[in-house]
């Protein structure tokens, strides 16, 4: 993939000037640490390495029914996000909110 493909696709849902992909990750990696979740679940939905290599090379789980609900939780909370900014009362509120 090239390095500009996830800017032209921000681009093209309508986030040019709004957002980038390192943004989202790191909204992402914010909003779950946060609620404390699991660093090693975080760490592979981002697609990084999330342990040491001793470590990882005694712990192979991959943690996909973890990674599947909190993709699922972030997608709630996306569209939920969404929604409320849709609506005038809420007009503006999600830029002066921590992520």
């Known amino acids: 993939m090239a390095n500009r493909t996830l800017n032209a696709v ?14 989202m990750r790191a909204s992402f990696s914010t909003h779950f640490n946060g609620l404390n979740a699991h660093s090693d679940v975080i760490e592979l939905c981002l697609a990084h390495t999330p342990m040491g290599k001793t470590r990882a090379a ?6 996909r029914e973890e990674r599947r609900e909190m993709l699922q939780e972030w997608a709630a909370w996306l569209d939920q996000r969404r929604q ?4 005038p009362e809420f ?6 909110r921590d992520v």
Request: positive net charge; proline residues 3%.
């Open 10 to 23: 921000m681009e093209r849902l309508g986030y040019s000037g709004k957002g980038t992909p390192h943004g």
């Open 58 to 63: 005694y712990n192979r789980h991959q943690y």
């Open 84 to 87: 409320s900014s849709c609506r």
């Open 91 to 96: 007009a503006g509120q999600l830029e002066d």
